[in-house]
């Protein structure tokens, strides 16, 4: 039985568990899946699932989505995605060390994209070695690749679009960032804070102590006691779209119809003073 359908999840097909992924791995029918490592390179070098290709993406953000810019940014890792194998005809899975923010921000690319089959290995590789599964040191270029993706705009939100959602009750904006972050004592841009009236759930929570995804029941639970129901719309943000995009594929696992990440985060709202601001630990008092 799928792994995701036994966790109770609207939408199993996006995430699979090690012992799901190793045949697939050594099916001799075609296709098989472009496994993508988001590792750190020293992390890939000391030992990986075997096929697997290193793509770094860490510390590639965005800071700027009017359209410009947001353009040459996406144009750019379109084009990444494609020199590292990224095919249409081939499904992709993703991983990092646990179902962590490199991985599914990758995932969150791969869906922007219209990739029609992309997953992420429940649990990451951690969970694939405590499987006893192989490692090696081998790797071998990327297969060739000229994809061109078919932009899927829903899936993203501009600064634009933040500014238009505050105070809308058919959309909520979601903080996933640390609870020092949210509240201002910690201050990673221009200006500390939070978007105003943002919801805020550490994208920490929706993990296990195993690092792979909660079961729905749980995730379900703790998303709509913050007010962040599937009859609404969410954004979610970050600082540049890491952990935002971890909470964004808990609410597509758990079927969520209208989820947008704001890619640019706190980063381009924090550093913008003509974006609001409040500061949610010093208006409670």
Known sequence: MYDGRMKGYANPQLVLSPKE???????????????????????????????????????????????????????????????????????????????????????????????????????????????????????????????????IERTLATWKDVKHAIGRADTVILDTRSDAEHEGSLIRARRGGAVPGAAHIEWTRNLAGSGEFKPAEELKKMYADAGVTPDREVITYCQGGYRAANSYLALRLLGYPRVRMYIGSWKEWGDREDLPVELPGRDQR
């Open 21 to 151: 992924l190793a045949p697939l791995l050594e099916a001799a029918a075609a296709p098989r899946p472009l496994l993508l490592d988001l590792r750190p390179p020293e992390a890939y070098a000391a030992g990986h699932i075997p096929t697997a290709i290193h793509l770094d993406l860490w510390g590639v953000s965005l800071i700027d989505t009017d359209p410009a810019p947001l353009n040459a940014f996406m144009w750019m890792i379109e084009h990444v995605l494609a020199v590292h194998g990224v095919d249409a005809t081939m499904p992709v899975v993703v991983y990092d060390e646990q179902s962590g923010v490199r991985a599914a921000r990758a995932f969150w690319f791969l869906e922007y994209f219209g990739h029609p089959s992309v997953r992420l290995l429940d649990g990451g590789f951690n969970a694939w070695a405590a499987a006893g599964l192989p490692v090696t040191q081998d790797a071998a270029p990327p297969p060739t690749s000229e994809w061109i993706g078919t932009r």
